[in-house]
């Protein structure tokens, strides 16, 4: 099935209008992942300093929530203060973990001080001990662990990252398997698609035409032979393994007309079986009356479970009149589903920059991870770009420049 932007709602985010803001409290983590795109070279932030940037996103970004990351936040000084400053500002605190620091005694504290919810990263590739050598599948018992202790806890929701990889993509569906057996405490599911720039192959130049050294980047590599997977490639194995979802809401790219940067729907369903996904209308509705009522756009639902409601809409939208058809289809069969509660789980897709033929990176228009580095947005995944080099390369074949002459650049101890 093709992806078709024509079947699909564009997200209304922008830069100073966009549902989520992206604050980095440090660059100093327990896990090095593969592919991770910050290293470690100034450190944990002052409490004042993540206090400023939050008064930024406040002023300039219009938040429903930030996204406290890192690094590894969980290992943050101030994380309990930062997310009480946060909420006290009336805005979502949402913790980016790798989970290797949660542990209930910080799950009570957080949840004190308002944190609204966990946005978790597992997958194959991040190197735990314990864990290497193991599939997605193997690592569904990491993701079970986590989801319990945060479930024992209550009120906190939960959405799971994880970083596709060439040779993980065919695993996708053992992750969404056990997504959907876990829908009433599982809020969402998103996956990443894997990018590096190889040096091998490519050049960077500078803002100068300088060239640079690209190896001193961590997801920079000597060489990758594998095809890398795309976004509209993750969702025809989702949908291949849950023909129930369609993708609803996108965001395109920055370079080009026909990317997929950013493709998001939601299923519905009870424990028992999936019925289908909400359309477009539903998304243009939620998030249209989202800020109409709040003066935010909708990043997160706060809970999964949203009852036989959802099927109200089902005049409206005709993907959630034929998920409310499928159901009636399944009471008749099943009567003993009638008291089975009904939830929605969100899936996401997102395809890291590409970097096109004239040198520069098709990014996510209208970037919902931007963050804030020396007075400006700028977007996440290339923020060590501006701390290593001033600003974003360009990266261009060899063969396409002759005998480029190194720019002089300060070492920085790489962790």
Same mark, same amino acid.
């Given at each position: 099935?093709?992806?078709?932007?024509?079947?699909?709602?564009?997200?209304?985010?922008?830069?100073?209008?966009?549902?989520?803001?992206?604050?980095?409290?440090?660059?100093?983590?327990?896990?090095?992942?593969?592919?991770?795109?910050?290293?470690?070279?100034?450190?944990?932030?002052?409490?004042?300093?993540?206090?400023?940037?939050?008064?930024?996103?406040?002023?300039?970004?219009?938040?429903?929530?930030?996204?406290?990351?890192?690094?590894?936040?969980?290992?943050?000084?101030?994380?309990?203060?930062?997310?009480?400053?946060?909420?006290?500002?009336?805005? /979502?605190?949402? +913790?980016?973990?790798?989970? @290797?620091?949660?542990?209930? !005694?910080?799950?009570? %504290?957080?949840?004190?001080? *308002?944190?609204?919810?966990?946005?978790?990263?597992?997958?194959?590739?991040?190197?735990?001990?314990?864990?290497?050598?193991?599939?997605?599948?193997?690592?569904?018992?990491?993701?079970?662990?986590?989801?319990d202790m945060i479930a024992r806890e209550k009120g906190?929701?939960?959405?799971?990252?994880?970083?596709?990889?060439?040779?993980?993509?065919?695993?996708?569906?053992?992750?969404?398997?056990?997504?959907?057996?876990?829908?009433?405490?599982?809020?969402?599911?998103?996956?990443?698609?894997?990018?590096?720039?190889?040096?091998?192959?490519?050049?960077?130049?500078?803002?100068? /035409?300088?060239? +640079?050294?690209?190896?001193? @980047?961590?997801?920079?590599? !000597?060489?990758?032979? %594998?095809?890398?997977?795309? *976004?509209?490639?993750?969702?025809?194995?989702?949908?291949?393994?849950?023909?129930?979802?369609?993708?609803?809401?996108?965001?395109?790219?920055?370079?080009?007309?026909d990317s997929f940067k950013w493709t998001a729907g939601?299923?519905?369903?009870?424990?028992?079986?999936?019925?289908?996904?909400?359309?477009?209308?539903?998304?243009?509705?939620?998030?249209?009356?989202?800020?109409?009522?709040?003066?935010?756009?909708?990043?997160?639902?706060?809970?999964?479970?949203?009852?036989?409601?959802?099927?109200?809409?089902?005049?409206?939208?005709?993907?959630?009149?034929?998920?409310?058809?499928?159901?009636?289809?399944?009471?008749?069969?099943?009567?003993?589903?009638?008291?089975?509660?009904?939830?929605?789980?969100?899936? *996401?897709?997102?395809?890291?920059?590409?970097?096109?033929?004239?040198?520069?990176?098709d990014m996510c228009d209208s970037c919902p991870d931007?963050?804030?580095?020396?007075?400006?947005?700028?977007?996440?995944?290339?923020?060590?770009?501006?701390?290593?080099?001033?600003?974003?390369?360009?990266?261009?074949?060899?063969?396409?420049?002759?005998?480029?002459?190194?720019?002089?650049?300060?070492?920085?101890?790489?962790?």
């Open positions: 099935m093709t992806v078709d932007k024509r079947a699909m709602y564009r997200l209304p985010w922008s830069m100073n209008d966009n549902a989520i803001a992206w604050l980095e409290v440090s660059d100093i983590c327990n896990l090095a992942c593969e592919g991770c795109y910050r290293q470690r070279i100034s450190g944990h932030k002052t409490l004042e300093e993540v206090k400023e940037e939050v008064l930024f996103y406040k002023r300039w970004r219009n938040p429903d929530n930030i996204s406290i990351a890192g690094g590894e936040p969980l290992i943050y000084p101030h994380i309990i203060d930062l997310v009480a400053f946060i909420k006290e500002q009336k805005i /979502k605190p949402v +913790v980016l973990t790798n989970a @290797l620091a949660l542990n209930p !005694e910080i799950l009570k %504290e957080l949840k004190k001080a *308002g944190l609204s919810g966990f946005t978790i990263h597992i997958d194959s590739h991040q190197g735990r001990p314990q864990w290497r050598g193991k599939t997605e599948k193997e690592h569904n018992e990491l993701r079970q662990h986590c989801t906190l929701y939960v959405v799971f990252n994880a970083t596709v990889y060439p040779s993980s993509y065919h695993e996708i569906p053992d992750i969404l398997k056990w997504g959907h057996a876990n829908i009433d405490k599982v809020q969402g599911l998103v996956f990443i698609t894997y990018r590096t720039a190889t040096t091998d192959t490519a050049v960077a130049l500078d803002n100068t /035409k300088q060239a +640079v050294d690209l190896s001193r @980047l961590s997801y920079a590599t !000597e060489h990758f032979d %594998e095809k890398f997977v795309t *976004g509209p490639e993750v969702v025809q194995i989702i949908q291949d393994h849950c023909p129930e979802f369609e993708a609803s809401a996108y965001l395109g790219g920055t370079q080009r007309h939601a299923v519905i369903g009870t424990k028992n079986k999936i019925f289908g996904s909400v359309g477009k209308r539903t998304m243009e509705l939620a998030q249209v009356a989202h800020h109409l009522f709040t003066g935010t756009y909708l990043a997160y639902l706060s809970q999964a479970k949203i009852g036989r409601s959802v099927f109200s809409l089902a005049p409206l939208d005709k993907t959630v009149g034929k998920a409310y058809t499928s159901y009636l289809s399944d009471m008749v069969r099943h009567p003993n589903h009638l008291f089975d509660n009904v939830y929605v789980q969100s899936i *996401g897709i997102i395809q890291a920059p590409d970097v096109q033929p004239n040198g520069q990176a931007m963050t804030y580095f020396d007075g400006k947005l700028i977007n996440s995944c290339r923020m060590d770009e501006y701390r290593l080099f001033g600003g974003f390369l360009t990266v261009v074949d060899k063969d396409k420049i002759s005998a480029p002459q190194p720019a002089i650049t300060p070492e920085i101890s790489r962790n």
